[in-house]
Every structure is written in structure tokens, then in C-alpha cells.
């Protein structure tokens, strides 16, 4: 059910007392002109917070905090008579788009969302922002008082204070007494991981939709309160490209209207006006596309806005810097491109205010009656209550309704795993979600099993579906079905007391089940797994199971150790009384294993991905709350290796890898994780590693190939035919492995590149492979779908005493790809046991 957050967040700040006559701007305020010097986030808050207490036509809310506590703000900018009643205007757009029910109003006004600075290191924007704000307030500004008659405005001025402040705090370490322009120079060569990303190095411009950060989930939460008319996205690009505004590129997206197509062009052409007055370059319709539904520009579409992205030349630019062209490129310059845009901007959505609230309603009135696409009912197969629940709050945060169950319990729909159309009976505790809701079209784009792609020169990946993310059997139905029930009729794990059992088991299929395992090893709690399937105390219970064993704990309170750990974590134990089972190996047996609580290095520092290690991070920290040990990748050669049992390579380029060092470790019964790319500077290494599989020529090929007379101008659209923008393969799966323990016989990777190879030799295993026809959806090229047949994905190759696990694809791409963090756990608690 939505909430009120006006009530809900108890951070929220209201500034409404001792209002000024003359308002100070930001170089009065401040004490410099913006673009003269970065201003720190804190002193942007101190500017916002002035700008409250001094203007009664702004409320100031604080909605969250980032990881690293400070505040995420948005200002409420409003006429005198409307900012009183923001309340009853937010509540009237909502009733507008069906959310709620009742008579909208025929006078409220048009809501226009501006959101700055969702990349640390692209930092103009914040500035900006306070210069858009001064102009909304400044009591002298008769234009803008205009605007606000039928317009709210609302200023998001940093989406990552985090990522702005590191950005910000090394420049200023850095500069010196005249900025130095030399593209080159130590002021424009920002170090690892660069200001971009946010603490866990997550680019939250693409995670609208997953909101798997912090930052975002209090984001997004807000932003649904409101779903404004209209939504615009402040960013910096490279320092040589001139500004960009929509019009947006191909692809669009097919769900997106004509009328959200067509209001782009009239902002756009609004925009250029002051552009052309100025002589400023700028250009349209190239490079940002409109497909990837997780973007600061896309997610507001696919909720009834007109979403925009503005490029500002500018990363890593310092206060100034020499483009390719010659000429200095400023601050001063960047804040006042920007600015432009954003009043600009404005004054569109002001000028077309009910138009705007017209074809918003319109377009929620069709999404309720007329939701896109071939399926009306889509239906979940719930074999995995935590994935299942998982899924539920991802749509819930993203105000899409579902129920459970039907009463008609057969039905026949399509199947995203054998892509066949089949019958299917509905449990009463399958998730069922009816298209006939406000947001359809982002239910559509969330879930539909092939996205409809104009355009495969796209900016982003290409498929996303949640069914293969999550890895749970999904149906598509023609047919508009309801669900029976608005909740499931799972009971929760029901506290064990006084027991006295001989052991404990626990399934294994999902990361709820990685964490119970990792709170148990952090209490000293000896923790074992069965490596085969077995019945006991008439349940059945898979290979991966966790066995805790009074033998080996030693301990007094074992029992009360262990089910207070359940029940804090709402997790389901069996209990035993009895190592003897009724079907398959004892307990005792040699099928159980120990798992010896695993010591775990993760690589990090110049030359790694940023973004992937913080998946891994983030993975540890915040999900599973388990230790881990960041460690520089210069500094590897210094660490005492011996002191942990795991070490991950996240995606990265690294030099002399694998070292002498790193070998005798892995001998030595060390673990080495690669993922993605620090697989692929293991191939073909000298020693025992992967090898990578080459394409074959056909016959006489290589001895006679006719060259083909090529345009110029399609170069780009040439050089994608052997890339893949993020699509989806189906894997053939060895789940007798401890790799793929909780996982059926297949899985679905999300891949970035056409990386393949060969299968593994002796004393190794192939647990991930594919065949033929192994594409599911998204955009490959053809030679790509072509390399990736008959080849090993997901392998352990035994080294010695140790083993090297190789994760072709990154199976935590985003935080969103939910089925991946159990393989990855796989590999970090269960292999090598």
C-alpha cells in the first residue's frame, strides 16, 4: 500500500519562519561565483536550507541519508497560493494517474522534477542547481513568478553527495593557484575509484528500477509519491562533446507515446533558443537512446513523465581544461550550459502545464484499460519463497500491485523457461500479477521476455527480464485474470524452544540461506553440507543443505545458539533426532562435509573494475554481513596470503596476473575466484589454466576471403555485429556441483561480451556450459551468437591443494541479477570444502 512520506520519513524538514525580503544569491551566500570553485555538498545543503528559511515559496524536505550520512534534500518550490497545499496536490496528481481514487482537480498545477549530480564527477550540476533555485525565489525575478502560477518545481540538487564530495575533496587537494587547463595535468586524473559512483561504487543512474542502493530507494520512494509531468536528469560527458539535450537517440523503447516522443522535441527546440542566442554548441538525437528502463531518464517515461537526460561536456574537467578542439572549456561555462537548460526547461512545462496533466492522465487512463504488450496476466511460479518475496518488494517499491493464487487454478500460458506455450496449474502461493493497474507500462518493460529493439546501436544492456534474474518459471497469459488472494498463505518460521536435537538442517536455495550460514560461522558455530540429497524425519532435503551438528559444537547453549540465530533472521530450521535418515547417506557419512569458515580477500585499487568490486562489497557488507578484506592490487605482492582461504578478482585489467606469488597460494589450497575479465587474462596463460575457444574458419576461408566494398558511414553499426549489449544466455548446469548447489539444471547469465572457452581438462569440472541455440533475448551480434556454442562458462579447475573458480559472466551485475548471488556464494562458501 502506498504511504504518506511526508509522514513516513521522520528526517523530513520544513523551513517555513522569518522569510527575507532580499534573498541572497549563491556568490552572496557563498562568497565566490559559481564556477570559480567547487562547492562541497555541505555548503549546497547550508545554501538549500538558507533558501528555505528566507522564501515562503519553498518547503524543504530531507527524504534520506547516503551510507556515508549525509543528507539527500529535495526543495519544493511553489506560488503563494500553492505552497500551502502541496499535500493536496500531491495526492491529486496520484488521483489523476488512478493510484488513488477521487475528483482530481481541474486548476492543480504541473509538476516538474530537476535532479543533479547522480555522478560525483559530474559536478557542474549541483551548481547549477543553487543558480535554478535563486532564480525560482528571487522576488525581483517576474518570469519565474509566472511559471509558478501553474507549475511546482522540485530540486533533487545531489543525487550522490558521496561520490560529489570525493570527487570534489580531491580536486581541491589537488588544483593550484591557477587552474592548469593541460588535459594531462594531476588536477584531471582523478584516482581509483573516481567520484562517479556512490560508497559502494554503484552507479546509481542505473539503478532507478532494481534500487538496490540506499540513495535510491529513498529516491525513488519520494519520487513515486509525486510522479511528476515532467523529469529531467543533469549529467556531464567527455570533455570534448558538445552539450546534448533531447530529442533522445534510437532506440526508443515501443511502450514510450508519440506524445512523450513529441514533448521532447518541444523542449528541446525551447532549450536551443537560448543556445543559438549564445552561440553554444549542442546537439540532439545521437548516443543516449531510451531503451534500458533503470535510467534517471527511462524509469520517469515509463511512469508517465517526460524523463530527460541533459549531457554537459565537463568529466573530469577540472576548472578548466583544453579540449581536442583547442579551446578551454570552464566551470563558469559548464554551471551556466546547465542552468540554461533547467529554466528553460521550465518555462516549457509552465507554457504547456495542462497539456502535460492531460496526456499524464491519458496516459494512465490507458495503461488501467489498455496495458501494453501480448500478456495481460503474468504469473510466478513460487518454488523458492525467498526469491518470491524478493520479487514482491521489488514491485511493491515500484507500486505495481499483485496478488496470489487464482481461482480458475489451470491455466495456459506462455513459458519463459521452455519458451512454449503450456498449461500450467496455479498454486495458491504463485505470485499473479494482472496488467489492468496504473503501471502496466513498467510492468510490461520489467517483465516482458524479448524487448522489441528498433535500434541495436543502444547505450545500455538489453534485456532484463525479471523471471530470468531472479530465476524463477514465469507464465505470460493472453487472458486478464485476478489474483484469489492479496497475500500468501506462507505462515512464518515458527521459533524453536527446548530443543534438544542431535541436529539442525536448513535448505539452501537462496541468499536468506547464505546469510543464516554466515551469522552461524560468525559465531564460532561448526556448519556442515550434504553434497548429495537425503529424506529425514519425513522431509527431503537437496544437496547444499546446511547440517548443524551437536557434534563438533561443543558448547552449552549449541541449541540456543543456533534457533535464536533462526529466529532472528526469520529463518526455517528442521530439526533431527537422529543422525540415521530414512532415505540416502547418514549424517556421519562422507557425503557431509565441513565448511571451515572461509577468510575472504577481495581485490581492489587501480586496475579493477570499481563497479564490480563494489557488487562484491556490497554483497558481504549489506546482504550477507559477512567480513571481507579489501586489499589493494599493488599491494598483493606485500599481504601475507596464507591468512585467508579465498581471494576474489573482480572484472579488471592486471598486470603480471597470475603471479608466482598468487600460484603457490592456490597450490598451497588456496582459492582463487575470477570473474569476467581476470578470467580471461588467465587463458592461455603458461601453466595449467582455461583455454580460450577460437572461432574455426570455414574451408579456403582463410586462404581466400573476399573483401567486401563497406560505407563509411555505417562503421558503427558494422563493429557491433561481434558485440552483445547485455543479453541473456540459458546455461546447462552440473547442479551435482558445489558450484551450482540450490540451483535446477539450468541458469540464466546476463553476458556483457562474447567471452567463451574451452571445456576443462582432467581433475576439473564444467558446471556451466552451453550448446547450441542457447540465446534466450537482447541484442547479440550475429557473429557473437555464432562464437558462443559448445564452450564452458562457469568452470573449477583444480590447482594442487586449491582450486581456481571461473565466473565467465558477473553473476552480481547490478545487484539486480538475484540468481547469481547464490552461485557467487557457491563459489566463496561450498567449493573446495
Not at 296 to 306: A, C, F, Q, R
Request: with cysteine.
Amino acid at each position: 500500500m502506498i504511504k504518506n512520506l511526508f509522514s513516513v520519513f521522520v528526517l523530513s524538514l520544513f523551513v517555513t519562519t522569518g522569510f527575507a525580503q532580499n534573498i541572497q544569491s549563491p556568490e552572496q551566500f557563498l562568497g565566490y561565483k559559481l564556477g570559480e570553485q567547487y562547492t562541497p555538498h555541505h555548503k549546497i545543503v547550508d545554501y538549500f536550507k538558507y533558501i528555505a528559511s528566507a522564501s515562503k515559496n519553498t518547503k524543504l524536505q530531507q527524504f534520506g541519508a547516503t551510507i556515508e550520512g549525509r543528507p539527500l534534500l529535495a526543495m519544493f518550490i511553489a506560488s503563494d497560493e500553492n505552497i500551502g497545499r502541496l499535500e493536496e496536490i500531491r495526492h491529486n496528481n496520484l488521483r489523476l494517474a488512478g493510484i488513488e481514487s477521487g475528483t482530481a482537480l481541474a486548476n492543480a498545477p504541473e509538476i516538474t522534477w530537476l535532479s543533479y549530480n547522480v555522478h560525483g564527477n559530474e559536478p557542474a550540476s549541483s551548481e547549477a542547481a543553487m543558480w535554478t533555485l535563486f532564480d525560482m525565489v528571487d522576488p525581483a525575478n517576474t518570469r519565474t513568478k509566472t511559471w509558478l502560477k501553474n507549475t511546482i518545481v522540485v530540486i533533487d540538487p545531489c543525487l550522490n553527495p558521496d561520490g560529489r564530495d570525493r570527487y570534489v575533496n580531491f580536486y581541491n587537494s589537488v588544483k593550484g593557484l591557477v587552474p592548469d587547463a593541460y588535459q594531462t595535468s594531476r588536477e584531471h586524473a582523478e584516482p581509483w575509484p573516481g567520484g562517479r559512483v556512490n560508497h559502494y561504487y554503484f552507479d546509481l543512474n542505473r539503478d532507478w528500477a532494481w534500487q538496490a542502493q540506499k540513495e535510491t530507494q529513498a529516491r525513488v520512494g519520494l519520487y513515486n509519491q509525486w510522479l511528476p509531468q515532467v523529469h529531467v536528469d543533469f549529467h556531464e560527458q567527455g570533455i570534448n562533446a558538445p552539450y546534448y539535450f533531447a530529442p533522445a537517440a534510437e532506440p526508443y523503447h515501443k511502450d514510450i507515446t508519440q506524445w512523450q516522443r513529441d514533448f521532447q522535441v518541444t523542449i528541446g527546440k525551447n532549450n536551443a533558443k537560448d543556445f543559438d542566442k549564445n552561440g553554444w554548441m549542442y546537439f540532439t538525437k545521437q548516443e543516449f537512446d531510451l531503451l534500458y528502463p533503470s535510467y534517471g531518464d527511462t524509469y520517469p517515461l515509463y511512469n508517465g513523465s517526460i524523463g530527460m537526460t541533459y549531457e554537459q561536456g565537463g568529466i573530469s574537467g577540472g576548472l578548466a581544461v583544453i579540449t581536442r578542439n583547442g579551446d578551454t572549456l570552464t566551470l563558469v561555462q559548464r554551471v551556466a550550459h546547465h542552468h540554461s537548460t533547467g529554466i528553460s526547461t521550465i518555462e516549457t512545462a509552465s507554457e504547456n502545464a495542462t497539456k502535460l496533466k492531460d496526456e499524464f492522465k491519458k496516459f494512465y487512463d490507458n495503461s488501467r484499460t489498455n496495458p501494453p504488450g501480448e500478456y495481460k496476466t503474468y504469473v510466478i511460479k513460487n518454488d523458492n519463497n525467498e526469491k518470491t518475496d524478493m520479487l514482491a518488494k521489488m514491485l511493491s517499491r515500484n507500486g505495481i500491485k499483485y496478488g496470489f493464487g487464482l481461482a480458475n487454478k489451470s491455466v495456459t500460458g506462455y513459458n519463459y523457461f521452455t519458451d512454449k506455450t503450456e498449461q500450467y496449474n496455479v498454486g495458491p502461493n504463485d505470485l499473479v500479477i494482472n496488467a489492468y493497474q496504473p503501471k502496466s507500462v513498467l510492468l510490461h518493460v520489467l517483465l516482458e521476455p524479448r524487448t522489441f529493439i528498433p535500434d541495436s546501436a543502444t547505450y545500455d544492456i538489453t534485456a532484463w527480464a525479471l523471471p530470468y534474474a531472479y530465476g524463477l518459471k514465469a507464465y505470460g497469459l493472453k487472458e486478464s485474470l485476478k489474483p484469489a488472494n492479496t497475500s500468501w498463505s506462507i505462515t512464518k518460521p515458527q521459533a524453536l524452544a527446548n530443543t534438544q536435537a542431535y541436529a539442525y538442517v536448513s535448505a539452501w536455495q537462496s541468499v536468506a540461506d547464505v546469510r543464516f550460514l554466515a551469522a552461524l560461522l560468525k559465531k564460532n558455530v561448526k556448519v556442515r553440507y550434504t553434497e548429495k540429497p537425503f529424506e529425514a524425519g519425513g522431509k527431503k532435503f537437496t544437496a547444499g543443505s546446511l547440517i548443524i551438528t551437536k557434534a563438533s559444537n561443543d558448547r552449552t547453549d549449541f541449541d540456543q545458539v543456533v534457533t535464536q540465530t533462526a529466529a532472528e533472521l526469520g529463518h526455517e530450521l528442521v530439526p533431527l533426532s537422529s543422525g540415521f535418515v530414512d532415505k540416502g547417506n547418514d549424517i556421519g557419512s562422507d557425503a557431509i562435509h565441513l565448511i571451515k569458515q572461509p577468510r575472504v580477500l577481495l581485490v581492489a585499487g587501480d586496475g579493477v573494475n570499481s563497479e564490480a568490486m563494489g557488487e562484491v562489497w556490497h554483497l558481504f557488507e549489506q546482504q550477507l554481513k559477512y567480513p571481507v578484506t579489501l586489499v589493494r592490487y599493488q599491494d598483493i605482492g606485500h599481504a601475507r596470503l596464507s591468512d585467508f582461504d579465498v581471494v576474489i578478482f573482480p572484472d579488471g585489467r592486471y598486470q603480471d596476473f597470475p603471479s608466482e606469488k598468487l600460484q603457490s597460494w592456490i597450490r598451497d589450497g588456496g582459492k582463487l575466484i575470477a570473474i569476467d575479465n581476470a578470467v580471461s587474462l588467465l587463458a592461455d596463460k603458461k601453466g595449467p589454466f582455461l583455454k580460450k575457444k577460437e572461432e574455426k574458419d570455414k574451408k579456403d576461408d582463410a586462404k581466400d576471403k573476399t573483401i567486401s566494398v563497406k560505407k563509411y558511414s555505417d562503421r558503427e553499426r558494422n563493429a557491433i555485429s561481434g558485440t552483445i549489449a547485455g543479453a541473456i544466455f540459458k546455461l546447462d548446469i552440473d547442479n551435482t556441483h558445489p558450484l551450482a548447489f540450490g540451483l535446477p539444471e539450468y541458469y540464466y547469465s546476463l553476458k556483457m561480451n562474447d567471452d567463451i572457452y574451452e571445456l576443462l581438462g582432467e581433475d576439473s569440472w564444467n558446471v556451466g556450459t552451453v550448446k547450441k541455440n542457447s540465446y534466450v533475448s537482447g541484442f547479440a551480434g550475429y557473429k557473437s551468437k555464432q562464437k558462443i556454442v559448445n564452450g564452458m562458462l562457469l568452470g573449477v579447475q583444480s590447482l594442487g591443494r586449491g582450486s581456481v573458480v571461473y565466473l565467465v559472466d558477473d553473476p552480481l551485475f547490478r545487484s539486480f541479477w538475484e540468481n547469481g548471488k547464490l552461485l557467487f556464494s557457491n563459489a566463496v562458501f561450498m567449493v573446495g570444502q
